[in-house]
């Protein structure tokens, strides 16, 4: 996979100049991994931040009961892990791969090296704000919308709008994506399914012609 591509074509490097994007993707190392592989584990000694590139990573912690709490699921395209930059030495949560997947390291030593660049350190923390935004958006969704419609907004955002869909991630990984029980999103993929909306077997997802035209969501 080619670093500055996937740089140059994520809009959450919108901010970045052309000459910043090539110097992050000089210091991007690639790493390949296996569906259900850990990329870190709470606790462990944060070295670098990560790019995805291809597949899905979660990012989630674990309570003190022992029951993993989903943060975040990352796609192509997005930056994870910055915390260990600026705010602590380990990673504050875990981060698993949910497919097959490919991402780059960046190590926190050489990208210390590019912010101390007054441009690039600029440029990045614009970047970190915008960043900021969307996750403040994500916990109004999370905290006020309905289930059905934190679903539908998730397929939006991780795959954009679309008639079908070939979903790559268990029903178990997407009501953890949405804050739901999987037991509660059973329950509304079959009342949507009767109700003719959509119709989700295996991996093959299928929305009625027109929907999202007509959907009142977010």
């Known amino acids: 996979m080619d670093a500055y591509r996937i740089l140059d074509e994520s809009s959450q490097f919108s901010a970045l100049s052309t000459a910043s994007k090539l110097q992050l993707a000089a210091i991007c190392i690639p790493k390949v991994l296996a569906r259900r592989e850990m990329l870190f584990h709470e606790g ?3 070295g670098a931040m990560y790019l995805l590139a291809q597949g899905t990573i979660q990012l989630f912690r674990t309570s003190a ?13 997005e930056m994870f892990a910055e915390a260990v930059l600026f705010e ?5 949560v875990s981060a698993i791969a949910l497919v097959p997947s490919e991402v780059f390291l960046l190590p926190k030593r050489q990208f210390h090296c590019l912010l101390d660049q007054p441009g690039f350190r600029r440029e990045f923390i614009a970047n970190l704000l915008a960043k900021q935004r969307y996750l403040a958006d994500r916990v109004y969704r999370l905290a006020a919308l309905d289930v059905e419609t934190r679903f539908f907004s998730f397929l939006r955002d991780h795959w954009g709008e679309r008639e079908e869909y ?9 009501a953890a994506a949405i804050d739901a029980l999987p037991e509660t999103l059973s329950r ?11 119709e989700w077997e295996g991996a093959r997802l299928r ?4 929907f999202w035209k007509e959907w009142g969501g977010l």
Do not use: N
């Open 44 to 46: 462990d000694e944060g």
């Open 65 to 77: 009961d022992g029951r993993e709490v989903v943060i975040r699921l990352m796609k192509p395209g």
């Open 88 to 92: 602590r030495d380990d990673y504050p």
């Open 166 to 174: 070939a979903v790559d991630l268990s029903k178990r990984d997407v």
């Open 188 to 198: 509304m993929l079959l009342k949507l399914r009767d109700e003719g909306t959509l």
């Open 207 to 210: 929305l009625r012609k027109g």
